[in-house]
């Protein structure tokens, strides 16, 4: 069985220390599935010599696993992990959404609040219906 070790050295590698980081997630049935984060390893090569290799892994959104994890994509198809600060929750509904699935939409304020696919098309229904509202009664928002 080859290791992505090998993959990036070569095979005859032996593992002196390995050392793997994980986050511990739920799957969609709620079993929990260990995430590998990181990890690092020393290997002796057929050579002689002493490799070591460290492995980074990303969240869904890009961001490195050193930063703190924010949550888990409420949405079915996704069910992805994004970091604190990409994280976000729908404005509407507070389902938990990765930057992918987010929809964003300017408040009077000027705020940009998230919302997930299913309030989203909920308020541009009713801004088209709001827009034919006032076209038909002549009057302007």
Not at 23 to 47: K, M, R
Request: glycine share 10%.
């Amino acid at each position: 069985m080859t290791s992505w070790f090998d993959d990036l050295f070569g095979g005859g590698h032996r593992p002196v220390r390995r050392d793997v980081h994980v986050h511990v997630t739920g799957d969609d049935d709620g079993h929990p599935t260990a995430v590998p984060t990181g990890g690092e390893a020393f290997l002796l090569s057929p050579e002689g010599s002493i490799d070591r290799v460290r492995l980074t892994q990303f969240y869904h959104c890009g961001c490195s696993t050193l930063r703190p994890a924010g949550g888990q994509c409420g949405e079915r198809s996704c069910r992805k992990i994004s970091c604190q600060v990409c994280h976000s929750a729908c404005f509407g509904c507070q389902l938990p959404l990765c930057p992918e699935h987010a929809h964003y939409v300017s408040d009077r304020e000027g705020y940009r609040r998230p919302f997930c696919w299913r309030c989203y098309d909920s308020l541009q229904w009713q801004s088209t219906l709001n827009r034919v509202w006032y076209t038909l009664i002549g009057r302007h928002q």
